[in-house]
């Protein structure tokens, strides 16, 4: 019995980050992607001794995490007001933030225009390089939904980043 507490305590010490960083980029909000992960880490315990066996932990994780997103689509929606756009504090610094740290944030606003669907699938399909075939399965969609969901985000975010050539790593 402590032997297997200890292998998912080394699993959850290993792979939080990463569940992390997708959870983020599905939820576009710091406190949902880490409910998302709380939520997803609770129900792969809870099948633990199933999945360690097959070596495919993380795997279950991540699926739970895409199908706790798919449901909250699904809930009624409540109507959140944002106060207005954050100032920038770019100048507070006096200008020496990296260019690296500017792209991520145009392009994690970007994102936050998306819609939650459409958000997930250009999460799966560009920053975690699944299939289309993969990433409905996961979303528990059709391909047609991932296809469609696809090229509506890729649509509004050429609109909302014009130059997306800006956002390519340095040679």
């Known amino acids: 019995m402590e032997d297997t507490e200890a292998d998912f305590a080394e699993f959850v010490r290993s792979r939080t980050h990463s569940l992390l960083r997708s959870a983020f980029l599905l939820t576009g909000d710091q406190y949902l992607a880490e409910d998302l992960v709380q939520e997803a880490l609770a129900r792969t315990h809870r099948s633990w001794g199933r999945l360690e066996r097959a070596g495919n932990a993380e795997a279950y994780a991540r699926k739970v ?63 975690e390089d699944h299939t289309e075939a993969e990433s409905a399965e996961l ?33």
Request: glycine letters at 6%.
């Open 65 to 127: 995490m895409y199908h706790a997103q798919v449901s909250f689509w699904r809930r009624g929606k409540v109507a959140e007001v944002m106060p207005g756009e954050l100032p920038d504090r770019s100048d507070a610094h006096g200008g020496d933030q990296a260019d690296a740290s500017a792209q991520r944030i145009v392009l994690r606003n970007a994102l936050l225009q998306l819609s939650a669907k459409q958000r997930a699938v250009i999460v799966l399909r560009f920053f």
């Open 139 to 171: 979303l528990g969609v059709s391909v047609n939904t991932v296809k469609t969901q696809c090229a509506r985000g890729l649509t509004k975010l050429r609109t909302l980043l014009p130059d997306m050539r800006s956002l390519e790593a340095p040679a």
